[in-house]
C-alpha cells in the first residue's frame, strides 16, 4: 500500500501561481505513474498531469499544457505539480494518485489516493 498526501493549495488570485506537493510513503518502491486529478462539485474527476517515476516522462491535459509542470523528487519520494498563471477555472480540489499504468490518464486506473488539498483562484 503507497500512503499519498497532498499540500500546498490555497486562495490565489488569477494569474498568481501555486506549488502543490504529493508526499508518498509505504511501498514507494510499487510505484510506476504519478497523476494529478482535479474535481469539482458534481463533476468527474479530470486528469492533469502525470509523470513516470522512473524515466520522468511527463503528460499534461490540453488545459494545462505551458502553465502547469509536473516534477518528481525520487530521493524525497515526492511528486509536485507547479500552477502558472492560473485562472478561476483552475478552482477545485486536486488529487495525487498512483498507477502502475504508465500514460493513463483515466481516473479508475489509478490505485492509491490522496485527501486532496483545495486550490481556489479568484478573479
Known amino acids: 500500500q503507497v500512503k499519498l498526501v497532498e499540500s500546498g493549495g490555497g486562495l490565489v488570485q488569477a494569474g498568481g501561481s501555486l506549488r502543490l506537493s504529493c508526499a508518498a510513503s509505504g511501498r514507494t518502491f510499487n510505484i510506476d505513474y504519478m497523476g494529478w486529478f482535479r474535481q469539482t462539485p458534481g463533476k468527474e474527476r479530470e486528469f492533469v498531469a502525470a509523470?513516470?517515476?522512473?524515466?520522468?516522462?511527463?503528460h499534461y491535459a490540453d488545459s494545462v499544457k505551458d502553465r502547469f509542470t509536473v516534477s518528481r523528487d525520487n530521493g524525497r519520494n515526492t511528486v509536485y505539480l507547479q500552477m502558472n498563471i492560473l485562472k478561476p477555472e483552475d478552482t477545485a480540489v486536486y488529487y495525487c494518485a498512483n498507477s502502475p499504468h504508465i500514460g493513463t490518464q483515466n481516473h479508475w486506473e489509478y490505485t492509491n489516493w490522496g485527501q486532496g488539498t483545495q486550490v481556489t483562484v479568484s478573479s
Open positions: 509523470i513516470s517515476w522512473i524515466g520522468g516522462n511527463t
